[in-house]
């Protein structure tokens, strides 16, 4: 089967750093996506990767590893405002968006 | 760029009725649009795969008879919940793409109360 593995619920201090996790096992591989929702919205796009490496978008980056199944999210100077779930997407080799259960970020003063 | 509407942004009904939502891609030509449901702390849940012209695609599980979805062009697709239930009150998102592997754009979805 298929299946998208991130954490559940993470803790973090305003101005400080933050690696959100994810792992997939899936029926080939498109991409990997990460979106942010915050509650009671709709989620936003924050990254796409295609390559093994690092995007750097900002105070967000999004790290892949193919052979290992494994991306990361991280988010710098963290701000209140990055109190969100952060879901996890991978696209299967049929075009199919696979989504990961949201890992929900709480910024702590 | 890539904006998705979503029309109504909120909506009460009373059980029995019918309810259509629409969303648009305002900037882009959507090859596909996708609805979801998403109960109250749960994650996403597909419900359905459209491609203008053709057929909605049906996730397991999702009655195509409930829920009408057409994709009427490349920048509208609705979603008809038929003689809504409680059961059917959630919050109902729509998402877009101009491409198989672009990343998909949400609309700012619509919450549905159904009394």
């Known amino acids: 089967g298929q299946n998208i593995d991130q954490p559940t619920e993470m803790t973090a201090t305003e101005g400080a750093i933050v690696q959100i996790n994810c792992t997939y096992q899936?029926?080939?591989?498109?991409?990997l996506f990460w979106y942010q929702q915050h509650a009671g919205e709709a989620p936003t796009f924050l990254s796409y990767?295609?390559l093994d490496g690092l995007e750097e978008k900002g105070r967000f980056s999004s790290f892949l590893s193919r052979s290992k199944g494994y991306s990361y999210l991280l988010l710098k100077e963290l701000q209140m405002k990055d109190s969100a779930s952060y879901l996890c997407?991978?696209?299967?080799?049929?075009?199919?968006?696979?989504w990961g259960a949201g890992t929900k970020l709480i910024i702590k003063p | 760029g890539a904006v998705v509407s979503q029309h109504p942004s909120w909506v009460i009904c009373k059980s029995g009725t019918s309810v259509k939502i629409e969303c648009r891609s305002l900037?882009?030509?959507?090859?596909?649009m996708f609805w979801y449901r998403q109960f109250p702390k749960q994650s996403l849940m597909l419900m359905a795969t459209?491609?203008?012209?053709?057929?909605?695609?049906?996730e397991q599980g999702v009655e195509k008879d409930k829920f009408l979805i057409n994709h009427a062009s490349l920048t509208l697709s609705t979603l008809t919940v038929t003689s809504a239930h409680p059961e059917d009150s959630s919050f109902y998102i729509c998402?877009?793409?101009?491409?198989?592997?672009?990343?998909?754009?949400f609309g700012p979805g619509t919450r549905l109360t159904v009394t």
């Open positions: 990767n295609v």
């Open positions: 459209s491609n203008e012209g053709s057929k909605a695609t049906y």
């Open positions: 997407a991978v696209l299967d080799s049929n075009y199919q968006l696979i």
């Open positions: 899936t029926s080939g591989f498109n991409g």
């Open positions: 998402s877009a793409n101009q491409a198989e592997s672009s990343a998909q754009y």
């Open positions: 900037d882009f030509q959507a090859t596909t």
